[in-house]
């Protein structure tokens, strides 16, 4: 349990750098209306990360105890709302910055990837960890 906890923490950290190097970089290339746009959607891929682990993590709880059937329902509920709200918010950010914004949609989208490319560099952490015999990096 201790490795998920450590990748989770190392995917919160890839994200941090990797947010700020890609606003650097959307600004560089495509001024404020590109850092804009790319904060943005490292914003929504950030809360899409956060609501995801609240999904597995209570899903694991789930399974893990028994708890009264009110509190179930009620969590379960508010689960499923974060669960499709992610894909609500994704859309209504591309519609208001498209619409209402000078903001640059390419960067938005390319800032909606944060939580991948977080993932992919955590995969490489420990593809690197598993060739040189590390079993956990800590």
Known sequence: MDFYRAAERRIWRFQLV????GIAGAWW???AGGAGGFAA???VSTLN???????VDAVAERA???RPAGAVRRKRRLLVV???GRYLL???AGYGILKHTVWNVKALLAGLFLFVAAILAEICVE???GLTGEQDGT
Do not use: D, S, Y
């Not at 990360?49 to 999904?55: G, H, K």
């Open 64 to 66: 893990a105890e028994a």
């Open 29 to 31: 290339l495509a001024g």
């Open 82 to 84: 974060k669960f499709l």
């Open 18 to 21: 990797l947010g700020a190097l």
């Open 41 to 43: 959607g490292a914003a």
């Open 49 to 55: 990360f956060r609501w995801l682990q609240q999904a």
């Open 90 to 92: 994704i859309g209504a």
């Open 127 to 129: 593809i690197v960890w």
